[in-house]
């Protein structure tokens, strides 16, 4: 789409289409046609449309438009090295042992900062406003990856807001002397405790001693739990009864829950229930889980038989709070993605089937905005509303179908009112880090 944005930054984006969940109906799938109006980089009005100034009106034509984007769950540290290390066999251990030998290989401050610089380069250019982003904690890497983060903070500040969890592994949590020097650098760090387990026999004991951890320390907790197609996985369960029993008053947001989806009716309805009564917070993952889970190459030949992730329908009409989000970029985790909070959309959709009923479907464009702002706490809060900033994006396509049956590519990125440059950084930046030209 082809639109100009008035240089003093004074304007109305007239006959724009916007979902009502967006500004002040969560719960609406419906979209309202109205005129916004933009001054000195704050939306400072939305009326009806046809109702605001003509004189300085730029027409969308029915074009949507969404507040910029809010990515959960992300991996800045493993971004990209794809190139040099690659998945070996396309399974969650395959990645696993992969990202080890890189990271001990090559994860020098200088090289996480120039892999982490180029992925928020493509995340701004794509729309996204705000990022929470797991880090490797295995040491001395939490020596090593902090410092980088704390930097590249401050360098985007204004531009992405960045939160950071500290990923440790389930013997680190049951180690009390990592465990804390681990939470311990994360705090200062504004960081939040995050870890990752599935089927584990001391799930129970790994939850309780992280949730005291973080309740002795102020810290949030954002964990991986189930990343598995083991249906005697019992991470999210754990961490809903470690809160419950401790009375953990902090966030709580765990990722994945993959094995929801194959343990029986009985088993998945206690879960839900105890993570609703919990307050733990859900954040899937579609384009991941679907590309490691259920991934057995050991025949030789073999299609999967399911699409990897959680029960997030049920978990919403729980009254779970719940979002959906990137995770890994061109690592041996995922072999694509680009941290563009649309191709979430527009994947979750196909993928965990929230476009139907068709009323509602625009109901969750807050899962790639305003919920997981609310779950993080984010200073973003992902509205269009009057006061907010005029961080949007605008879109040609005029109905849901028109918005999912393209990436969009075309789309114009506003950020406090003003067009931003788009242009995605080339891979090329990489080569050297990667040892290799293609």
Same mark, same amino acid.
């Given at each position: 789409?082809? $639109?100009? $944005?008035?240089?003093?930054?004074?304007?109305? !984006? +007239?006959?724009?289409?916007?979902?009502?969940?967006?500004?002040?109906?969560?719960?609406?799938?419906?979209?309202?046609?109205?005129?916004? %109006?933009?001054?000195?980089?704050?939306?400072?009005?939305?009326?009806?449309?046809?109702?605001?100034?003509?004189? %300085? @009106?730029?027409?969308?034509?029915?074009?949507?438009?969404?507040?910029?984007?809010?990515?959960?769950?992300?991996?800045?540290?493993?971004?990209?090295?794809?190139?040099?290390?690659?998945?070996?066999?396309?399974?969650?251990?395959?990645?696993?042992?992969?990202?080890?030998?890189?990271?001990?290989?090559?994860?020098?401050?200088?090289?996480?900062? =120039?892999?982490?610089?180029?992925?928020? =380069?493509?995340?701004?250019?794509?729309?996204?406003? /705000?990022?929470?982003?797991?880090?490797?904690? /295995? #040491?001395?890497?939490?020596?090593?990856?902090?410092?980088?983060?704390? /930097?590249?903070?401050?360098?985007?500040?204004?531009?992405?807001?960045?939160? @950071?969890?500290?990923?440790?592994?389930?013997?680190?949590?049951?180690?009390? +002397?990592?465990?804390?020097?681990?939470?311990?650098?994360?705090?200062? @760090?504004?960081?939040?405790?995050?870890?990752?387990?599935?089927?584990?026999?001391?799930?129970? %004991?790994?939850?309780?001693?992280?949730?005291?951890?973080?309740?002795? !320390?102020?810290?949030?907790?954002?964990?991986?739990?189930?990343? &598995?197609?083991?249906?005697?996985?019992?991470? !999210?369960?754990?961490?809903?009864?470690?809160?419950?029993?401790?009375?953990?008053?902090?966030?709580?947001?765990?990722?994945?829950?993959? &094995?929801?989806?194959?343990?029986?009716?009985?088993?998945?309805?206690?879960? $839900?229930?105890?993570?609703?009564?919990?307050?733990?917070?859900?954040? &899937?993952?579609?384009?991941?889980?679907?590309?490691?889970?259920?991934?057995?190459?050991?025949?030789?030949? =073999?299609?999967?038989?399911?699409?990897?992730?959680?029960?997030?329908?049920?978990?919403?009409?729980?009254?779970? #709070?719940? +979002?959906?989000?990137?995770?890994?970029?061109?690592?041996?985790?995922?072999?694509?993605?680009?941290?563009?909070?649309?191709?979430?959309?527009?994947?979750?959709?196909? $993928?965990?089937?929230?476009?139907? #009923?068709?009323?509602?479907?625009?109901?969750?464009?807050?899962?790639?905005?305003?919920?997981?702002? @609310?779950?993080?706490?984010? *200073?973003?809060?992902?509205?269009?509303?009057?006061?907010?900033?005029?961080?949007?994006?605008?879109?040609?396509?005029?109905?849901?179908?028109?918005?999912?049956? =393209?990436?969009? &590519?075309?789309?114009?990125?506003?950020?406090? *009112?003003?067009?931003?440059?788009? %242009?995605?950084?080339?891979?090329?930046?990489?080569?050297?880090?990667?040892?290799?030209?293609?």
């Amino acid at each position: 789409m082809a $639109i100009t $944005i008035p240089a003093d930054g004074h304007y109305v !984006l +007239a006959n724009a289409s916007v979902p009502e969940s967006v500004m002040d109906n969560a719960a609406s799938g419906a979209l309202a046609r109205v005129d916004i %109006t933009v001054a000195d980089g704050i939306v400072t009005a939305i009326s009806p449309a046809g109702t605001a100034p003509a004189s %300085t @009106a730029i027409d969308l034509d029915g074009g949507i438009v969404l507040p910029a984007f809010v990515d959960l769950h992300t991996h800045l540290d493993k971004g990209h090295i794809w190139p040099r290390k690659q998945n070996p066999d396309g399974t969650w251990l395959g990645a696993l042992m992969a990202v080890l030998d890189d990271r001990s290989a090559n994860w020098a401050a200088a090289d996480v900062e =120039r892999r982490m610089d180029f992925s928020l =380069r493509c995340a701004y250019a794509h729309g996204t406003a /705000a990022i929470r982003t797991h880090l490797d904690m /295995a #040491p001395p890497q939490h020596e090593i990856t902090w410092d980088v983060f704390e /930097a590249m903070r401050e360098r985007w500040a204004g531009r992405v807001e960045l939160q @950071a969890a500290g990923l440790m592994g389930p013997d680190t949590i049951l180690d009390p +002397a990592a465990l804390r020097a681990i939470a311990t650098r994360a705090k200062p @760090a504004g960081g939040i405790l995050g870890g990752s387990t599935a089927v584990h026999p001391e799930n129970r %004991t790994i939850m309780r001693r992280l949730v005291e951890m973080a309740g002795e !320390l102020g810290l949030d907790i954002d964990l991986h739990t189930d990343e &598995s197609p083991d249906p005697a996985a019992n991470a !999210l369960e754990s961490l809903a009864e470690a809160v419950i029993e401790t009375g953990f008053t902090g966030k709580v947001t765990a990722g994945h829950c993959c &094995s929801l989806a194959v343990q029986s009716d009985g088993v998945a309805k206690r879960v $839900i229930d105890k993570v609703a009564r919990a307050g733990v917070a859900v954040v &899937s993952l579609p384009m991941c889980n679907m590309y490691l889970q259920d991934r057995d190459n050991t025949s030789g030949i =073999r299609t999967p038989r399911w699409r990897g992730v959680t029960l997030l329908n049920e978990l919403k009409a729980a009254g779970v #709070p719940v +979002a959906i989000a990137s995770d890994n970029t061109r690592d041996p985790f995922y072999a694509y993605g680009d941290l563009d909070g649309f191709e979430v959309l527009r994947e979750g959709a196909r $993928i965990l089937h929230f476009d139907h #009923p068709q009323a509602d479907a625009f109901a969750w464009a807050r899962a790639v905005g305003a919920d997981p702002a @609310a779950i993080a706490g984010f *200073g973003y809060t992902a509205t269009i509303t009057a006061g907010a900033p005029a961080d949007l994006v605008l879109f040609g396509a005029r109905t849901w179908t028109e918005l999912m049956s =393209r990436p969009q &590519s075309d789309r114009i990125v506003l950020r406090s *009112g003003m067009a931003i440059d788009t %242009t995605l950084p080339d891979y090329r930046e990489l080569d050297d880090l990667m040892g290799q030209r293609l």
